[in-house]
């Protein structure tokens, strides 16, 4: 509900009327509201039937347009504690209103026969497991055709490893002779040429031969040492290899062996559906066993010990006892967070349009005069609902706000009058709302300013945001302009003001009332905020001049 025209905050006092509070008192309170607009509406036709000519100045100031409503303060954070499995309570530590912080324990549990209990039953699982793998072990399974012929492939393939392990031993045998030989005239040749060295060092030493001879035999000497190490070297590699060549010829003799046991051994086996069902009946049965056996484990390691708490806050509930029994589905305990706190509320489907996210809020409670809380709008339902009123069903759209400042002195359950601010423009050049005119053939607005020889000229306007009393204007008027409050549909351009004064009818385009709702959004009725911005009908901050004929 937005602040009504008169500028008065909607709060119920002991002077309404008895009605009034009959209907608060059964949940009516959109049907107050209702019959708050019309007062409203009646107030604001009377003012503009007794003040047709008075004026204003147009000033700056605040625009400002509020929503009002009635909230509950909940918790934001509050959390049950489960006990994540069945158990036996061994100890309680926590009382309701305790403080206590994430990760506090609030309850043991007894698991001593849960845990021998499991341990006995896994024990007893491995011995049944091992027990049906020898049984397993006892059983001949069938083979096929198919199973057969793989057997053959394996032999083959292990024959053929063999015989080419073989052939490889022989060539590289036959190498080792060659190499041999070869190190053979490799060793000779360098026996002579060390001789022929031996030579010519003693026919230099007389003269007999140049110092390059002597060079170029040494130079053959070095070759003839070179060709004999590398054919040593080759023949090591060779012997490297026929060793190597060996150990796989007997690794291939033993698989082979092993090959032709298996083929034989499965050649020998009855091809039997029955025995072939025995084997597969026992195997699945293993596998049975290995999951129940995994199962217990997983059981052994999931025992519960304790329960501590998920957040730091209070106890706000215990509904356990030392002994008792529990399982996942039990709720023990209830934390809350009470520094977290938020307010849950309706608006009107008329009000709804205008609540943003983000909005500011004010929230004050006739338990606690003295405090005014802030917060901000945090949720806003994407669903309307219907809510029983004394005049009727009202719709509205569930808010919920949040709690910026919670003192310790708010509580949970406690119901605020809030305040939305849906518009706020702090600076701004305005008129008061009545004072704007529509033209219905064009829908330019106007107003009518007074001029310096008390002569009234229209003036075209353009407004911007709009607030419950005011509206902004952006263009058409400067600071310090005199102008019409509430202009009648008999007042024109170039009128005197005093002959104006006299003119009867409603204001162009609709009464006072009827522009609100038609400029800048909905006439809401009740809420806050009119009288402490503005006292009666131009509540722009400027000055007012009464003109009576």
Do not use: C
């Not at 061994?90 to 309701?96: I, P």
């Not at 195997?283 to 059981?299: F, P």
């Not at 609709?510 to 806050?528: I, Q, T, Y």
């Amino acid at each position: 509900m937005v602040a009504n025209a008169n500028g008065k905050k909607r709060v119920l006092k002991a002077g309404v009327s008895l009605a009034v509070v009959a209907a608060v008192a059964t949940g009516g309170f959109f049907a107050w509201r209702s019959y708050q607009r019309k007062q409203n509406m009646a107030a604001m036709s009377e003012v503009v039937r007794q003040n047709a000519a008075a004026t204003e100045k147009v000033a700056r100031g605040k625009v400002e347009q509020i929503v009002t409503a009635s909230g509950t303060v909940k918790l934001k954070d509050e959390q049950s504690v489960y006990s994540g499995g069945k158990a036996k309570v061994n100890e309680v530590f926590v009382e309701v209103g305790d403080r206590v912080s994430g990760g506090q324990k609030l309850v043991t549990y007894d698991a001593t026969d849960t845990q021998a209990t499991l341990e006995r039953q896994i024990s007893e699982a491995e011995i049944s497991l091992r027990n049906q793998r020898i049984t397993l072990s006892g059983l001949s399974l069938p083979v096929s055709q198919s199973e057969i012929d793989q057997l053959q492939s394996v032999v083959d393939s292990a024959q053929k490893s063999l015989d080419d392990s073989k052939t490889t031993l022989e060539t590289t045998i036959s190498k080792i002779e060659t190499q041999k030989t070869e190190i053979t005239g490799a060793e000779e040749k360098l026996s002579k040429a060390e001789r022929e060295v031996e030579m010519d060092e003693e026919l230099f030493a007389i003269g007999g031969i140049s110092q390059s001879e002597l060079d170029s035999k040494k130079d053959a000497l070095k070759d003839a040492q070179k060709a004999l190490d590398s054919a040593k070297t080759a023949l090591d590699d060779l012997e490297r290899q026929k060793n190597s060549t060996d150990q796989n010829i007997s690794y291939a003799e033993k698989n082979l062996s092993n090959a032709k046991k298996r083929l034989d051994e499965g050649s020998k086996t009855m091809d039997t559906e029955k025995e072939r069902l025995d084997y597969q009946k026992q195997q699945n049965q293993i596998k049975l066993s290995e999951i129940q056996l995994e199962d217990l484990k997983r059981q052994l390691g999931e025992i519960i010990y304790e329960t501590t708490s998920p957040l730091s806050g209070a106890v706000t509930a215990v509904s356990v006892d030392k002994g008792s029994t529990v399982d996942e589905t039990s709720v023990l305990i209830k934390v809350a967070d009470f520094s977290q706190l938020i307010v849950e509320s309706s608006v009107s489907e008329y009000d709804a349009p205008y609540i943003k996210i983000g909005q500011a809020v004010k929230m004050t409670t006739d338990g606690l005069p003295d405090a005014v809380y802030t917060g901000a709008v945090t949720k806003i339902s994407d669903q309307a609902a219907t809510q029983s009123a004394m005049s009727g069903n009202e719709t509205v759209v569930s808010i919920e706000t949040s709690l910026d400042n919670p003192d310790g002195a708010i509580k949970p359950g406690f119901n605020l009058d809030m305040e939305i601010i849906v518009t706020d423009a702090p600076d701004v050049m305005n008129v008061s709302t009545s004072a704007l005119v529509k033209d219905p053939e064009t829908g330019a607005h106007y107003v009518y300013k007074v001029d310096g020889e008390r002569i009234l000229r229209r003036a075209d306007v353009t407004a911007g945001v709009y607030g419950d009393m005011t509206v902004e204007i952006t263009t058409g008027l400067n600071e310090g302009d005199e102008i019409v409050t509430s202009p009648t549909d008999a007042m024109t351009d170039g009128v005197p003001l005093r002959a104006a004064a006299g003119m009867t009818g409603g204001a162009p385009g609709g009464g006072a009332s009827e522009r609100n709702m038609m400029f800048g959004g909905p006439m809401m009725s009740g809420g806050a905020g009119g009288s402490q911005r503005s006292q009666g009908v131009g509540g722009n901050g400027g000055t007012m001049t009464m003109i009576r004929p």
